[in-house]
Structures are given as C-alpha cells and as structure tokens.
C-alpha cells in the first residue's frame, strides 16, 4: 500500500468532506433542531443543579447517616472520619449520643474552614457536614439501636461500607462532598505542602486503632477490613455511576447511522475515513460517547439494519468535553 492508502482523515459531523459520497446528516438540520440539540447539549453540561442538586445532595448524606447509626454506632465500627471519632468519643464519654459528638467535631471543622478558607470554597461542605449531623441526630431518634439488628458482625460491616459508599458516590457525582474531613482536606491542600492522603489515611488508622484498643482485636480488625474495603468500594460506586460508553461502528449504512446519533439519541459523533487492512476498501468510522442505556438502543439500531456491523463498545468513566458534566 502506498502513502495515500495509509492516510486516514477525519472530521466531525457537520464538517464539509469534498467527494464523499455520505454527507453529514447536519447540513440537513432545521435551526430548530440545531436549536434544540445545543439545549440538550448545554443542559447535560451543566449537570444536576437547583433543586435536582439539593436532593442529590441529601440523598447521599441520608445514606450515609442511616450506616451510621443502623450500623457502625451499635457495633462499635470505627472506620475514620468524623463518624469514626465519634463513635470512639461516645465509648469513652457514654453519658452523650454519637450525634452529639459529630455535631461538636462538625461544627468545629465548619469554624475552622470559614477562617482558612473563602466562604464560596466551604459553603457546600459546610452545609453537609451541618445536615448530617442532623440526619443522625435525626435517626437516632427513629431507630434507638443500642445493638446489632441483625446479629451478624460481618453482614454488618458489609452494609456499613456500602451505604456510606453510595451515598458518597451519589455525593461526588454532583460534585459536591459529605463534609467533615473534606474541610480538613481543603485546608491543608491550601495552607500546607502535606500530602493530603497519606495526612487523612493516618488519622483513620490512628481512629482503628483506638477502636482496637476499646472494644478489642475482633472489631479492631473488622475495621481495618472495612477502612480498606470502604477505599475500593467508593472508588468503584463512583465510576459505575459516572460509566459512559465509547463505541465505534464500522457498518454499510454510516449515514443512517449517523442521523441515528444526532437526531434520535441527541448526541454527536466522529467521522474518520479509513481502509481495511486486508481488504483495501474505504470505510467509515463513527466514535461516539453515551450513556448505557444510549449505548444499548445504538446497538440495537445498528445489528437492525446491518447485521454484519462491526461494533466496538469500551466503558469509560472519565468524559471531559461539552455533553458531559464538567465533574466528570
């Protein structure tokens, strides 16, 4: 093959292409609908906001408050964190609620962040380390557990780490944060050169090991397993929320295809021209970026009018650009 074989150029959708037979599917678009495609485009930007956001946010601090108090309080399951000292506080100081305690190390995080930090950088944490202070105190009223609910330490463990793991995730996705050791975070990302997640990972050992100490070898160490389990499982909640799909269709039908992206799904693509390595014949290559369920109705589609398509679809939970929201 010669230099001209090897060439591959591309363009995006409603790009000119001298000579190509398939014309992009957006020099056919009605100011309405080019209209209405950049609304799209501009509202999945933008991401959760308002009152959307506001329940996002409570949504992920409620789960996060119901593990606490349904159960790491009654099982003594201190993982780190504002929660966790609170829970060790409550042992050694009996006579007041794990509630009252994270509203004191709360409230004191919240001070301390309004003085080293803009009040614009803190208002958000400092709104959710208040509100789940509230949700325990909150259920602790509801549900006044004073042991495990279901008898089993490890089932326990597995439901302390999953639920404040979503509601993080849920958190996070809308970027915003829980609170508590976040403030912490912010303030030495700012005024110090310590690196923050060794600094926060000492304290949640220092935390464990208190726990250890209090109430023995046995919880010590299901809260080791839950200090390393929560690290994998919040990670992990995150990416699966904010999971997107590359694929690439090689197919008879590209522009059908392509009208099928732009105008049904609400998406855009990539057009690349390419040559099949074996065979030497010109083909087109549609990228795009979407949601699963986007994925899935593009899948479908395309195994309809061509059975013999070639189709690659990736997972990706890093998508940066217009369409997807900035926090991703």
């Not at 957006?26 to 309405?32: G, L, Y």
């Not at 609304?39 to 959307?52: E, H, I, P």
């Not at 409620?62 to 399951?77: C, D, G, Q, S």
Request: charged content about 20%; overall charge neutral; proline content about 3%.
């Amino acid at each position: 093959m010669g230099e001209k074989d090897a060439e591959v150029e591309s363009y995006h959708v409603g790009d000119a292409y001298e000579g190509d037979p398939i014309a992009p599917i957006c020099e056919d678009q009605t100011p309405e609908e080019g209209q209405r495609a950049d609304a799209v485009s501009d509202k999945r930007t933008r991401g959760y906001q308002g009152l959307a956001f506001f329940g996002m946010l409570n949504a992920g601090l409620l789960l996060t408050a119901l593990a606490i108090v349904v159960f790491k309080t009654p099982n003594h399951l201190a993982f780190g964190g504002t929660s966790g000292v609170a829970v060790v506080l409550s042992t050694l100081f009996p006579q007041l609620p794990v509630s009252a305690f994270m509203w004191v190390l709360n409230i004191a995080l919240v001070a301390l962040g309004f003085v080293f930090l803009e009040r614009r950088a803190v208002l958000w944490s400092a709104y959710a380390s208040i509100a789940l202070s509230a949700y325990v105190s909150l259920f602790e009223l509801v549900f006044p557990i004073s042991s495990s609910i279901t008898g089993d330490l490890a089932l326990d463990v597995c439901f302390a780490v999953l639920l404040p793991a979503l509601g993080s995730a849920l958190v996070f996705d809308i970027g915003a944060s829980t609170g508590g050791t976040d403030i912490l975070a912010m303030i030495l990302r700012r005024h110090t050169d310590v690196e923050i997640g060794k600094a926060l990972f000492a304290v949640d050992i220092a935390i464990v090991c208190a726990a250890a100490v209090l109430y023995g070898p046995r919880v010590g160490l299901w809260c080791i397993l839950g200090l390393i389990a929560k690290t994998f499982v919040v990670d992990t909640a995150i990416e699966s929320i904010r999971q997107r799909k590359v694929c690439q269709i090689i197919c008879k039908y590209p522009h059908d295809v392509e009208e099928f992206i732009v105008r049904t799904l609400g998406r855009t693509a990539t057009v690349q021209i390419g040559w099949g390595a074996y065979s030497g014949r010109r083909v087109i290559i549609l990228t795009t970026v979407l949601t699963r369920r986007e994925a899935m109705r593009l899948r479908l589609y395309v195994r309809q009018i061509d059975p013999g398509a070639f189709i690659t679809i990736t997972s990706s939970s890093e998508i940066i650009g217009r369409g997807f929201r900035g926090v991703n």
